[in-house]
């Protein structure tokens, strides 16, 4: 399935992709997409639904993020062989951790609000990954088994809040609309290798980032087996696991965003996402 929430921001409504990739009503069995919902349980209570049945919508209008809210918003950092090497890290040997604010969570086409005082705004494409049930000192045999389905993330960050403001990687990763997800939630049964995904991501039109997922460091099963055994995860935790090689900060010159600046943000099979910079007001 291809769940979506689509509707003016705040007053959202949950759909679903019928077989010819129209829009379909969910709301009134899943009126709030977030948490629980998108357990396990619940997606198996809604994979016997006909999707016939729903009422069909015919002019959705604005896409909001895939997920209404998220209970933890996690970041795998320095996740790409290129990546590392073209911020002149050494490769980490073990998943570089941290998270966004959940307030960071947007709409995959609303604009990205580039923050007062910015200096370094960055754009990232991602494989992100929806927990779907309970997970705590999960096998990386087993580590899949825990996936409610996947999302395409761009996670902006703000380079000079990240790193030279002191404190922790959160402070340049989570203004508001840092955190465009979707268009969809893609279940995981129709994802039948996540280290076998192209990403990309276009500046203005030209390409800038254009990878695998098989670049990973740590993989999908990897990470989510790691983090396991520190933290229980949740159903509707978010995973953003780690962006390929081309970001700005990498460019020589580096290269940041400016207002008007277009990205569009893409991961095979799991949609397209197209956002405008702004200014802070």
């Not at 007053?11 to 629980?36: C, F, I, N, Q």
């Not at 049930?133 to 389905?149: F, K, N, Q």
């Not at 761009?154 to 955190?179: C, H, L, Y």
């Amino acid at each position: 399935m291809k769940l979506l929430r689509y509707g003016p921001a705040g007053a959202e409504k949950t759909g679903v992709l019928d077989d010819e990739g129209r829009v379909r009503d969910l709301s009134a069995h899943v009126p709030h997409l977030a948490g629980a919902a998108v357990s396990h349980v619940a997606l198996e209570q809604l994979r016997a639904l006909d999707l016939s049945d729903l009422p069909l919508v015919e002019t959705p209008g604005r896409i909001g993020a895939c997920l209404a809210s998220v209970p933890n918003f996690y970041c795998i950092g320095l996740n790409y062989a290129k990546h590392a090497a073209e911020t002149g890290a050494e490769p980490p040997k073990e998943p570089i951790l941290f998270s966004k604010a959940s307030s960071a969570l947007s709409g995959p086409f609303d604009p990205v609000v580039i923050p007062r005082g910015s200096e370094k705004a960055d754009w990232e494409v991602e494989l992100g990954v929806v927990i779907g049930r309970e997970a705590s000192y999960v096998s990386e045999a087993d580590a899949l088994d825990y996936v409610a389905g996947y999302c395409v993330i761009n996670d902006v960050s703000e380079r000079s809040f990240q790193m030279d403001r002191g404190g922790q990687w959160i402070k340049g990763k989570s203004a508001p609309t840092f955190g465009p997800t979707g268009p969809w939630l893609v279940t995981a049964d129709e994802v039948s290798d996540p280290q076998a995904l192209g990403l990309s991501l276009d500046l203005n039109g030209e390409t800038v980032q254009d990878s695998s997922t098989d670049d990973m460091i740590f993989s999908v099963r990897e990470i989510i087996s790691h983090m396991s055994q520190f933290l229980k995860l949740m159903p509707g935790d978010v995973i953003a696991t780690g962006t390929p090689s081309g970001v700005g900060l990498g460019m020589t010159p580096p290269r940041f965003l400016k207002p008007g600046d277009v990205m569009t943000v893409r991961v095979e099979g799991l949609g397209e996402q197209r956002q405008k910079a702004v200014a802070a007001d």
